[in-house]
């Protein structure tokens, strides 16, 4: 079983910017695809961004294309979301999830242990 915590959500306006991290503990994250995951008020869980276990391949949902940048540092076991251009509608609980695969994938099902969230809050 691995571990997540995120860290790096917060209040800014919209335009702005911020890096999430989720560090992982207790099972190596190499080799596996590693997913970032937001959830609005009232709405489901959604699928944000994924990368690969090497880094060389990713994959976004079209309304964060160009702004959300996914990248991963295997010795670290340490996921990041780079956040900019920041609009209202990006506000969510941000979720770092591990996948059960190692084959790249959009899939909440295929993701298996998820951190607690850190709350993004975009200001108009």
């Known amino acids: 079983q691995v571990q997540l915590v995120e860290s790096g959500g917060g209040l800014v306006q919209a335009g702005g910017s911020l890096r999430l991290s989720c560090a992982a503990s207790g099972r190596t994250v190499s080799g596996y695809v590693m997913g970032w995951f937001r959830q609005a008020p009232g709405k489901e869980r959604e699928f944000v961004a994924s990368?690969?276990?090497?880094?060389?391949?990713?994959s976004y949902v079209d309304s964060v294309k160009g702004r959300f940048t996914i990248s991963r540092d295997n010795a670290k076991s340490t996921v990041y979301l780079q956040m900019n251009s920041l609009k209202p509608e990006d506000t969510a609980v941000y979720y770092c999830?591990?996948?059960?695969?190692?084959?790249?994938?959009?899939?909440?099902?295929?993701?298996?242990?998820w951190g607690q969230g850190t709350r993004v809050t975009v200001s108009s």
């Open positions: 990368i690969s276990w090497s880094g060389t391949m990713t």
């Open positions: 999830a591990h996948s059960k695969w190692g084959v790249l994938t959009r899939q909440l099902a295929d993701f298996g242990s």
